[in-house]
């Protein structure tokens, strides 16, 4: 496990307004803590730095693991998976009914890989944000 300082961690936090940067459960109604993640892990070469490090709930953290791709569910291509540093989150995903619909390939791919709308994270959301 990498050591993250708790300046750095707080500066993550910050910098995603205290909400997960792929499914935006905020950390503040979420029934375990959030945590930080490397976007590209450590062993594919990722470094400990704002730039790398995303604040992540605990399900889309476990879900995408180590892993930087994935296959598109719409083409079946090999996608990569959304990046928080270097893409947006409104160019890549939409909120509609508490569903997240992904955009574009990398949308779609991490929506599918994170498992964004099974049915308890729409219920999640919708409990939230209501």
């Not at 790398?52 to 994935?70: E, I, Q, V």
């Not at 270097?86 to 619909?101: D, G, S, T, V």
């Amino acid at each position: 496990m990498t050591y993250i300082s708790v300046a750095l961690r707080r500066q993550v936090e910050q910098r995603a307004n205290y909400s997960c940067e792929y499914c935006l459960l905020r950390s503040d109604v979420a029934f375990y803590s959030h945590e930080v993640d490397h976007i590209i892990a450590v062993k594919h070469g990722g470094a400990t730095d704002a730039e790398n490090l995303a604040f992540t709930c605990w399900r889309c953290n476990r879900h995408k693991g180590t892993d930087l791709g994935s296959f598109d569910p719409q083409t079946g291509e090999f996608s990569f998976l959304f990046h928080p540093r270097k893409q947006k989150w409104e160019e890549h995903f939409r909120m509609e009914n508490f569903n997240i619909q992904g955009l574009t390939a990398e949308g779609r791919t991490t929506a599918n890989l994170l498992q964004l709308n099974i049915d308890e994270r729409i219920a999640e959301r919708q409990r939230f944000w209501e």
